[in-house]
């Protein structure tokens, strides 16, 4: 992951760049493990093994990289922790279990060489109902030079300038009267809980 930004704006991007370099290993992860179930289901154990062991390498590398995004300083959306999010959680478990598989089938069934190489990915969907089309990132726009980059900077944009007067004035919102039976709630928010 590469960004047009350098020397003292990369401050600005650390934190984005760690998510996203979080999420290419997490999704190679997920991509090796899926392959490693196929080609276990072809009888290719050995490859197979090979596979997992890079899926099982690419999530703990993800792991190591969600908690420097954690503790990285820069501009976000509110607290984010990946590592804890459930879709990143199961991962873990699901490669142990797939490689477990694996190894003791080889074990007991196959008795394959693990090999050296890593097998390729297969990138071409051979599936679906429609097929993907090529996406060719545009070039860069004349406009975008360094110089640009240098002139832009978080800190000298203005925001909006709201005083404590600002906020007495607002008027209180209009509400309608949906109707219905009011007696019986004793609650602000006229939920009830059946």
């Given at each position: 992951?590469?960004?047009?930004?350098?020397?003292?704006?990369t401050?600005?991007?650390?934190?984005?760049?760690?998510?996203?370099?979080s999420k290419?290993?997490?999704?190679?992860?997920?991509?090796?493990?899926?392959?490693?179930?196929?080609?276990?289901?072809q009888?290719?154990?050995?490859?197979?093994?090979?596979?997992?062991?890079?899926?099982?390498?690419?999530?703990?590398?993800?792991?190591?990289?969600c908690?420097?995004?954690?503790?990285?300083?820069?501009?976000?959306?509110?607290?984010?922790?990946?590592?804890?999010?459930?879709?990143?959680?199961?991962?873990?478990?699901?490669?142990?279990?797939?490689?477990?598989?694996?190894?003791?089938?080889?074990?007991?069934?196959?008795y394959q060489?693990?090999p050296?190489e890593l097998?390729?990915?297969?990138?071409?969907?051979?599936?679906g109902?429609v097929?993907?089309?090529?996406?060719?990132?545009?070039?860069?726009?004349a406009?975008?030079t360094?110089?640009?980059?240098?002139?832009?900077?978080?800190?000298?944009?203005?925001?909006?300038?709201i005083?404590?007067?600002?906020?007495?004035?607002?008027?209180p919102?209009?509400?309608?009267?949906?109707?219905?039976?009011t007696?019986g709630?004793?609650?602000?928010?006229g939920?009830?809980?059946?």
């Open positions: 992951v590469s960004t047009q930004s350098t020397g003292s704006n401050e600005y991007v650390t934190k984005w760049r760690r998510y996203l370099q290419i290993k997490f999704y190679g992860a997920y991509a090796r493990s899926f392959q490693g179930e196929y080609l276990l289901t009888d290719k154990c050995g490859e197979s093994i090979k596979t997992l062991q890079e899926a099982q390498k690419l999530y703990k590398e993800a792991q190591v990289l908690k420097q995004y954690e503790n990285a300083s820069g501009n976000s959306v509110g607290e984010v922790r990946p590592a804890k999010h459930p879709f990143f959680q199961k991962l873990g478990p699901i490669i142990d279990l797939r490689l477990q598989k694996s190894e003791r089938e080889n074990g007991f069934i196959y060489k693990v050296e097998p390729e990915l297969e990138l071409k969907a051979t599936f109902l097929a993907p089309i090529p996406f060719e990132v545009p070039p860069v726009h406009i975008f360094e110089e640009a980059y240098k002139d832009f900077t978080i800190q000298q944009t203005p925001g909006p300038k005083t404590s007067q600002d906020k007495d004035d607002l008027p919102a209009k509400e309608t009267d949906i109707g219905g039976d007696k709630i004793k609650n602000d928010s939920c009830s809980i059946q």
